[in-house]
C-alpha cells in the first residue's frame, strides 16, 4: 500500500523544478533589445542629427571682407546654403532617409540606411570643403552679393561648420548602426508584426512607433490582453 504521504512531496518538487528551469530560458529568448539598438532611438537619432546639420546650414558660415579700391566690403556673412549649395539638399534627404526607416522592411532598411549613410558623408566632406578653403567657397556667393569676382578676399570661418561636420559623420555613424542592428527590428508585413508581437515579453512597455506598428496592424497598444 503506498503512502500518499510519500508522494507529495516527490510531486511538488518536480512541480517546482521545471518552472525554475523554464523561466531562465523563456527570459533570455524574448530579451528586450538593448536601448541603443531600437528602432525608435536610431529613428530619432538620425531625425535629430539632419535637423541639426540643416539648422547649421542656415546660419553663417563664413564672415568675408574685400577691400580693392573702390569695392569695400566689410564683414559679410555667408550662409552655409550659400558656401556649401549642396548641404541644405543632403541634410533633406537624410531626413527622408530617416522617416523611411521606420516604417520600411528589411531592404527597405538597407536601401534608406545607405542613403542616410552616404547623406551624412556629403555633409560632413561639404563641410570639410569649406574648412579647407573658406577663400573659394566664399568667392561665388561674395560676387553675386557685390557684383565683381576674382579681387582679392579676406574669409573666416564660424563654428557653426564644425556643427554640420559633426552632425554629418553622428550621422553616418547612425546609418551605420541602422545596418548593422536593424536586421531585428520588426518588418512592415503583417508575419513579421505577428512575429514581433509574439516575442515581446508580456507587460513591457512600448514605445511610439511600436505603438503605431500595432495599430497599423489592428491592435490596441493599450489593452493588456495581447493577441
Same mark, same amino acid.
Given at each position: ?117 552616404? $547623406? &551624412?558623408?556629403?555633409?560632413?566632406? #561639404? /563641410? !570639410? =570643403? +569649406? *574648412? ?5 567657397? @566664399? ?27 559633426? $552632425? &554629418?559623420?553622428?550621422?553616418?555613424? #547612425? /546609418? !551605420? =548602426? +541602422? *545596418? ?5 527590428? @520588426? ?34 497598444? #493599450? ?5
Amino acid at each position: 500500500m503506498t503512502d500518499p504521504e510519500g508522494v507529495k512531496p516527490a510531486e511538488a518538487a518536480d512541480g517546482d523544478s521545471m518552472p525554475a528551469e523554464a523561466a531562465p530560458e523563456h527570459h533570455s529568448a524574448t530579451a528586450p533589445l538593448a536601448w541603443y539598438r531600437r528602432k525608435s532611438i536610431l529613428v530619432l537619432a538620425a531625425l535629430l542629427f539632419a535637423a541639426v546639420a540643416f539648422g547649421a546650414s542656415t546660419q553663417t558660415w563664413l564672415h568675408v571682407s574685400a577691400n580693392q579700391g573702390a569695392i569695400r566690403a566689410d564683414n559679410i556673412a555667408i550662409p552655409g546654403s550659400k558656401a556649401a549649395t549642396a548641404v541644405t539638399a543632403l541634410t533633406l534627404v537624410s531626413a527622408a532617409g530617416a522617416l523611411a526607416l521606420s516604417i520600411s522592411g528589411r531592404l527597405g532598411r538597407i536601401i534608406a540606411g545607405s542613403i542616410v549613410f552616404l $547623406a &551624412g558623408i556629403g555633409v560632413a566632406a #561639404t /563641410a !570639410i =570643403a +569649406v *574648412l579647407a578653403d573658406p577663400k573659394g567657397s @566664399a568667392n561665388g556667393p561674395l560676387g553675386a552679393q557685390i557684383g565683381v569676382t576674382g579681387i582679392p578676399i579676406e574669409a573666416s570661418t564660424t563654428p557653426l561648420v564644425w556643427v554640420a561636420l559633426v $552632425a &554629418g559623420v553622428l550621422l553616418s555613424f #547612425t /546609418a !551605420i =548602426a +541602422v *545596418l548593422v542592428w536593424g536586421r531585428n527590428w @520588426a518588418g512592415s508585413k503583417k508575419y513579421s508584426y505577428r512575429r514581433a508581437a509574439e516575442a515581446q515579453p508580456e507587460g513591457e512597455p512600448l514605445d511610439d512607433i511600436d505603438s503605431w506598428d500595432r495599430l497599423s496592424r489592428g491592435d490596441d497598444p #493599450t489593452n493588456p490582453q495581447r493577441a
